[in-house]
């Protein structure tokens, strides 16, 4: 299907639900990712690849739960065709009226409109229609059993932090919903413009991992008591020195059998993979820092090589360390890359 796009240009225009009870971030993190979006137009000026359009349940403005208001362009019954539609999460998707006004608009929506998206528990809006039955979905972990429960047809994975099935694309809380507005970007208009975005934002243009490892550091430091309580902070301290797990075992006085068991079942995600976030986040620091190559930043985060350090970065982000750094490097110094 091609992407609708406005009478007056080539910009794709992308429609927002907005609802009373909405959650502010899950809307205002990709509404926020589309309009940075911009690539070249006449005159050296640069020019908007989206239209956004907000659209209510009624004429009403909607307050999110936490208290902005929101005035909606239109209304379900007067919104232009869309190439894309951003369907938020928030409390007030959950109560039955403005669900059965939603579902039954999407379902004469669908077969019109080239992506739908659900972001965080969005997917309480359109897992109603019955479109998403036998796909693959995620939403927010905490939200994933329920879901799984009320609509047993979709095929619920708590861990992802977004997914594509077909035209239809759900991600998990708040700020996932920006990762998966950067992957929409980088589909419409190529991985420049979306590292642009990630750039404008702060933000990577790629996450690796699924949710529990993205809040792993999080709960390693809160839930953790006597030996591992500063563990975390000792590991992203020793970056540059191996750190296998006998010698992570032994600074909190156990078994490396017992230490990685341990470890797993807390985190939901291994020692090694630990650290290897740890080394690819502040890697991903160092490398917006002037004067500093490829080789001396894979050596400080504990890489034995450059090439190593290279495919790991690649795999890791989808992009290489020298592409990263053109993105985010600070513009006020001088930066020597190894190639």
Excluded at 123 to 140: C, K, M, S
Aim: charged share 25%; proline share 5%; glycine share 8%.
């Amino acid at each position: 299907m091609r992407a609708m796009r406005h009478a007056s240009d080539d910009r794709r225009r992308i429609g927002f639900i907005v609802f009373p009870g909405i959650t502010a971030l899950d809307f205002i993190g990709p509404m926020e990712a589309f309009a940075a979006a911009k690539i070249d137009g006449a005159e050296g000026r640069k020019r908007s690849c989206y239209e956004l359009t907000m659209i209510g349940v009624d004429r009403k403005p909607a307050a999110s739960e936490s208290g902005a208001v929101f005035r909606p362009h239109c209304t379900l019954e007067s919104a232009p065709p869309l190439d894309t539609v951003v369907i938020p999460g928030g409390v007030g998707l959950r109560k039955p009226a403005t669900t059965r006004k939603l579902t039954a608009w999407l379902m004469q929506r669908v077969h019109h409109t080239r992506r739908i998206v659900s972001v965080c528990t969005g997917i309480y809006g359109l897992a109603p229609t019955g479109l998403l039955d036998g796909r693959r979905v995620t939403t927010h972990w905490a939200y994933a059993r329920d879901v799984a429960q009320r609509f047993p047809k979709l095929l619920v994975d708590a861990n992802a932090l977004f997914l594509k099935d077909g035209k239809f694309y759900t991600s998990a809380g708040i700020t996932a919903g920006i990762d998966v507005t950067l992957a929409l970007i980088e589909e419409d208009f190529g991985p420049g413009v979306a590292l642009s975005v990630a750039r404008e934002l702060v933000v990577y243009l790629k996450r690796s991992g699924d949710q529990a490892q993205f809040s792993d550091p999080l709960r390693f430091q809160s839930r953790s008591a006597g030996g591992f309580a500063d563990l975390a902070a000792w590991i992203r301290q020793n970056l540059g020195r191996p750190l296998p797990v006998d010698q992570l075992a032994q600074r909190v006085a156990l078994g490396p059998r017992h230490f990685s068991r341990r470890f797993k079942a807390t985190f939901d995600v291994s020692p090694a993979e630990f650290v290897e976030l740890q080394r690819m986040n502040e890697a991903c620091h160092r490398l917006t820092l002037p004067r500093t190559s490829i080789d001396s930043v894979a050596r400080s985060v504990g890489f034995k090589s450059a090439d190593v350090f290279r495919r790991a970065f690649e795999r890791r982000f989808g992009v290489t360390p020298t592409a990263y750094r053109r993105q985010f490097a600070s513009t006020g110094g001088s930066i020597k890359v190894k190639s």
